[in-house]
């Protein structure tokens, strides 16, 4: 499907400069772009390439950028034009509506007439599948789970009985919403099981990558708010909060009990102690581990983790210790010391 630069600079509320009527079929970085393609520039680097390119036209942000020889569509900020209008070239191919004859779906279970669920999916008593709701294939659906109008399960996703999944939740493949927590007490003989009865609440708009564990609750839910985006291999543990807008990468682990403020960012390989309390809008530097309550706002990293400029400070003493073990030395031979 092609679109004219005019058409997608109106959809992206930015302006053209030089052919608006010229038909675009297609979106694509500098280097592997044709005739016909839009591509983005967000620095002078990704500019300098896009006027190379064969790319008809070319995404920029504010008035910094001049070119004559491609036409431009200005845009305030270029990765999220890009973001749309890559949308706006490759949508998502539509689902169709109705149960696959392999799917088994118990009898009291309520599946939306709009909803598609697909080959080999399990949907057990209770469960709610909202309008438009896209069950990828061999997906098992516990008992009363509720998932929301819109959402998508890819292949292999678990979920777990009265789990509650939000409106346009997207969870990839091979992801387990609400296996039991972890949950041990000593009897002192052995480790006995702690029944985990909670739940897992997902909100709205979250996003959730492929083989991430959350589990349930002990007694109350674990709760992952509105907006959310979790990326692979992501641990989150029993009981714990995390606000909306965060997101969470790769390999990152959150323990029990813990709340996370609203926006705040864990990098990769990320591990957090359970019951503490991270604030808003906090950021945690890869491999941190982080021992203690954040403040909101805060930057921490290092491990265990401390805020960003008392960590600095550290590593640069660190890097001087071979230097001072050395003066050290001279100054115990040069006193006699042992």
């Known amino acids: 499907m092609s679109h004219t630069v005019e058409s997608i600079a109106s959809l992206l509320n930015g302006s053209v400069e030089g052919d608006g009527s010229l038909a675009l079929c297609g979106f694509s970085m500098a280097a592997d772009a044709k005739e016909g393609d839009l591509t983005f520039a967000e620095n002078e680097t990704y500019f300098q390439k896009a006027i190379e390119s064969n790319a008809s036209a070319i995404l920029v942000a504010g008035d910094t950028f001049q070119s004559e020889s491609k036409t431009l569509i200005r845009v305030e900020n270029a990765r999220v034009a890009f973001a749309k209008a890559v949308a706006l070239f490759f949508p998502e191919p539509e689902a169709t509506p109705g149960i696959h004859p392999s799917a088994f779906v118990h009898e009291s279970a309520k599946v939306s007439e709009s909803a598609s669920i697909g080959p080999q999916c399990l949907i057990e008593a209770g469960a709610v599948i909202g309008e438009g709701a896209v069950l990828h294939g061999l997906n098992s659906i516990g008992a009363d789970v509720s998932i929301g109008e819109g959402s998508h399960l890819f292949p292999n996703v678990t979920v ?143 491990s265990p983790a401390c805020p960003d400029k008392q960590m600095k400070r550290i590593l640069v003493a660190l890097h001087r210790l071979p230097e001072l073990s050395k003066k050290a030395q001279k100054l115990e031979k040069q006193f006699g010391l042992k």
């Open 160 to 302: 777990y009985a009265r789990s509650v999944i939000g409106k346009r939740v997207r969870i990839h493949a091979g992801s387990v919403i609400g296996s039991d927590g972890f949950g041990y007490v000593w009897d002192g003989q052995q480790h006995l099981k702690v029944p985990q009865i909670g739940n897992v609440i997902i909100q709205d708009d979250v996003e959730i990558g492929s083989n991430v564990s959350i589990d349930r609750g002990a007694l109350g839910p674990t709760l992952i708010g509105a907006g959310s985006k979790i990326d692979n291999l992501v641990q989150i543990a029993h009981n714990v909060e995390v606000g909306p807008g965060c997101i969470i990468v790769s390999q990152a682990g959150v323990a029990g009990s813990t709340q996370l403020g609203h926006h705040t960012t864990l990098a990769g390989q990320v591990g957090i102690a359970g019951h503490l309390k991270i604030g808003n809008q906090v950021t945690v530097a890869a491999q941190s581990g982080v021992m203690h309550n954040i403040p909101d706002g805060e930057t921490w990293f290092g």
